[in-house]
């Protein structure tokens, strides 16, 4: 055996250790394991809808103070700040979304929702079929390792628990309220979601954008109601609706590039009251997806040029034309900047071993996270996915999505990942600087 140099051989055991999560950040995580499942149970068992999240934020808020966070509640509806501040260095924004869905719960679980709400006139189950419970248990578990572990970085650490992310009001809620402008400008901001098809053990990323805009488009088509067994006296609105409804096909394969993405998905039709009745109106409400502005501009044009153009051939007045709405209020794309990738790769690679830090590939659904980092600051921000499923479930391909009745995170694995990638990419953020 050759000689080695006691600082050469300091390396090499540092380095042989570069694949394992820092003993002292194990250590905190393994003590507090049992506590974290338990919070996440109670969580899943207590959902609360979005904008109706008073006992969830109280809860969350309630553990970060007493671990020694700077809480202030009720920031744009039920948002909470929690700030703790460890000497001179950069400000890093960690946010939580907190709200539920309004939907029965299947997976049988011992600990599955039994609660109901009030939605839409109707009394319903509600469940966490996003993952939002174990968001925030991957957040406060975090929280309580920086918190236990200060000597090991410095600076400013701002956890948001963001409400009503479901329905994507939540951030610019916090936004609105003068988050930046109270508590600070993040240098960078991060955040992960659970993920119904990565094992659990593992994330996933991908750079640029992964998620897309989304947003909610009525479209209002007027006619002149008749008869049903005299429809030569109608202008039939049913009819061109479902002209309307075809043609809007044609936005995606033959207006849009082919090499850019775009949805386009009627979810809904409604009018009329009978058989034998030509409706005056019909109501056709559409989801709309896109990633970048110059396409989302075109799809809206050709939305509103199809429309007129079914009515005008249909032989409408002008003051029968059909009614565009599209709201101002919509969900972003989320832009996951590249030197954010690349710094999380790192992080994460070193701390769960880079044969688990997988490609992600974008998807068209959509997250109010990407509006942290769309203000006028530009703060540098990056989302990943957090693997839950466990390997039988991989293996039977059992893999309910997001939103399911039957989507459940494994708790343990889920959040001893989430909380060592995390620790592990804030307290080398807080290194660097930024």
Request: net charge negative; with cysteine.
């Amino acid at each position: 055996m050759r000689h080695i140099l006691p600082s050469t051989f300091v390396l090499l055991l540092l380095s042989s250790f570069a694949l394992i999560k820092p003993p002292k950040m194990a250590q905190i995580l393994a003590d507090d394991m049992d506590f974290l499942v338990e919070f996440y149970k109670t969580r899943h068992q207590n959902p609360e809808i979005s904008l109706e999240e008073k006992n969830t934020a109280g809860a969350l808020a309630r553990e970060l103070k007493s671990i020694g966070y700077d809480v202030t509640e009720n920031v744009g509806g039920y948002g909470i700040v929690a700030i703790l501040r460890n000497g001179k260095g950069p400000q890093i924004l960690y946010r939580t979304d907190m709200d539920a869905l309004p939907m029965a719960e299947k997976t049988g679980l011992d600990y599955r929702s039994l609660v109901t709400t009030e939605y839409n006139g109707s009394t319903v189950g509600t469940m966490h079929s996003c993952g939002h419970d174990m968001h925030m248990t991957t957040l406060l578990g975090t929280a309580r390792v920086m918190a236990k572990i200060k000597d090991q970085w410095k600076g400013t650490l701002m956890l948001i628990g963001q409400p009503a992310e479901e329905i994507g009001a939540g951030a610019k809620m916090m936004l609105d309220a003068g988050l930046y402008q109270k508590f600070g400008v993040p240098d960078v901001g991060v955040g992960l979601h659970c993920n119904p098809s990565i094992p659990a053990g593992q994330i996933g990323v991908a750079e640029g954008f992964t998620m897309a805009t989304t947003e909610s488009i009525d479209i209002r088509v007027f006619g002149v109601g008749a008869h049903g067994a005299t429809p030569h006296m109608s202008i039939d609105p049913v009819v061109m609706a479902s002209m309307i409804v075809m043609e809007l096909q044609t936005i995606v394969s033959r207006s849009i590039k082919p090499i850019d993405d775009a949805v386009i998905t009627v979810g809904a039709i409604k009018g009329g009251t009978k058989h034998n009745i030509i409706p005056d109106e019909v109501t056709l409400q559409l989801s709309v997806r896109t990633y970048t502005q110059e396409v989302r501009a075109l799809v809206h044009r050709r939305i509103r040029e199809i429309t007129r153009g079914v009515a005008i051939a249909a032989g409408l007045p002008e003051d029968k034309m059909p009614e565009v709405i599209i709201p101002d209020v919509y969900t972003p794309a989320n832009y996951n900047y590249p030197e954010m990738v690349a710094k999380l790769k790192s992080s994460a690679s070193r701390a769960i071993g880079s044969q688990n830090v997988v490609y992600a590939e974008p998807q068209m659904v959509g997250e109010d996270f990407s509006r942290y980092g769309q203000t006028e600051h530009k703060v540098p921000t990056v989302l990943f996915w957090l693997g839950t499923v466990t390997d039988e479930k991989i293996k039977a391909n059992d893999l309910p999505g997001l939103h399911s009745p039957y989507y459940f995170p494994e708790p343990q694995q889920s959040i001893e990942t989430g909380v060592t990638v995390m620790t592990t990419l804030l307290t080398d953020l807080f290194a660097e600087g930024k």
